[in-house]
Structure formats: C-alpha cells, structure tokens
C-alpha cells in the first residue's frame, strides 16, 4: 500500500539556520508533490508544488527538491525565522480523478530566537 | 483566508446524536474533500465530491455520510456519534477533479461528550 514518511520528531534549529524537513515515499509515483503548513487547530495552507519533471523549485526562503529515483523530496526554509514553528505536512500527488488525496503525518518544525 | 468557510467552528454534542458540518468551496472550485483530524492524528481523507457526484472515497464510516449541492458547497453527515469521533473536520476544496492543489478551509471542531 502506498506510504509517507516523514520524521514523527521534531526538528528544532536556531534562528537563522537552514531547516530541512524529508518526506519519503514507497509504492507509488506521484506525478507531483505538495508541501503545506498547519499551525496548531488550522487547516493546512499550501506552500510549494513540485513536479515529477523538476529537481528543484523555491519561493522567497522556500526550496523543495524531488528525486524521483530515491523517492524522497526535501524541503528547505532557509534564514529560519521563529514565525516559521509549524508543522510541516507533504502530499505525494497522483493527478487526474479517483485519486485518493494522502498526506503524510507531518513534521513539526520548531524555531528558536 | 482560504476562501473556503465551514460552519460551525464548533460543535459539542452528545453520543448518539447527529450532526451536520456545512462547507463552501471557494468561488470557482468544483471538488470539496472533507478530511477527519483526530488529536495527534495525521489528516484521514473521508471523501471527495466534483461538480455534485462522489469522486472519491477514503476510510469513511457507514455512519459518516457527505454531499455536494448544485450550488457547489458540501455537508458532512455524522450520525450516532461516539466518543471517539471527536476531532477536527477540514474541508478543501479545488478547481479540478483531483490531485492539484487543495485549500483548506478553518476547520470545524467537534467535540462528542
């Protein structure tokens, strides 16, 4: 059956310091892969959308790769800021209908001053 | 702001009892997901409706029921509640049939006494 992986700890980092968040995948191949936030009793808020095509895609102190062959994707914030705390959620994507949405549990990101 | 508004925010009732979460897309969307986020819980798809008929459906309860209205928004039946269905209901919403981008509306909490 298809599975998301992605750290169940949670990851703390100084500010200022690059945060790099894995989400792994297995028995599929997602034609894309979504990262959203969740702050804490919020619904999900999308971030970066990323291709199966493209290694690599950013916004503003946003970058996500995919690597198809490992498939694992990665997502970096880079000058972490503590308004970046949240938990980080992907979703490997197949695309077209009867495509069962999956996310994976998430990561929780924690950003200290 | 998403675009997409659930009501109510919140909701405590009792087991056995019945109730009704209401979704509107944003403007133009024509899939709504509802998805179940329990305490500590990853998002749990329940299921899909596009353009009024049932796309797709995920781990939801006989007792769990949804529909879509030809004015696009969504309702969410659950019925003889239990304590155990206490939890965040999201709803999202998107323009196509599925797998691109969702947007999450606030949530709905429910809490089953």
């Known amino acids: 059956s298809q599975k998301i992986e992605q750290n169940s700890e949670a990851l703390n980092i100084q500010e200022g310091k690059t945060a790099t968040l894995t989400c792994n995948y297995t028995?599929?191949?997602?034609?894309?892969l979504q990262w959203y936030r969740q702050d804490p009793g919020r619904g999900p808020v999308f971030l970066l959308l990323?291709?199966?095509?493209?290694k690599e895609k950013r916004k503003e102190r946003l970058k996500v790769t995919f690597d198809t062959t490992l498939k694992q994707s990665l997502f970096h914030i880079t000058a972490s800021q503590p308004a970046d705390s949240a938990t980080y959620l992907c979703?490997?994507?197949?695309?077209?209908?009867?495509?069962?949405?999956?996310f994976g549990r998430g990561t929780s990101l924690i950003v200290h001053p | 702001d998403s675009g997409v508004t659930q009501t109510p925010k919140h909701l405590i009732t009792a087991t056995g009892q019945r109730v009704t979460l209401r979704c509107s897309p944003r403007?133009?969307?024509?899939?709504v997901y509802w998805y179940q986020q329990s305490l500590d819980q990853g998002l749990q798809f329940l299921i899909q409706?596009?353009?009024?008929?049932?796309?797709a459906k995920g781990n939801i309860l006989e007792r769990f029921s949804a529909q879509q209205f030809p004015d696009l928004h969504s309702e969410l039946n659950l019925s003889s509640l239990e304590l155990g269905d206490s939890a965040l209901y999201f709803c999202?919403?998107?323009?196509?049939?599925?797998?691109?981008?969702?947007?999450f509306g606030p949530g709905t909490r429910l809490l089953v006494l």
């Open positions: 999202a919403s998107s323009v196509l049939e599925g797998g691109e981008t969702q947007y």
């Open positions: 028995n599929y191949s997602p034609a894309y």
């Open positions: 990323i291709r199966e095509n493209e």
């Open positions: 979703a490997p994507s197949a695309s077209g209908g009867s495509y069962i949405p999956t």
């Open positions: 403007s133009g969307d024509l899939s």
């Open positions: 409706y596009y353009n009024g008929e049932e796309r």
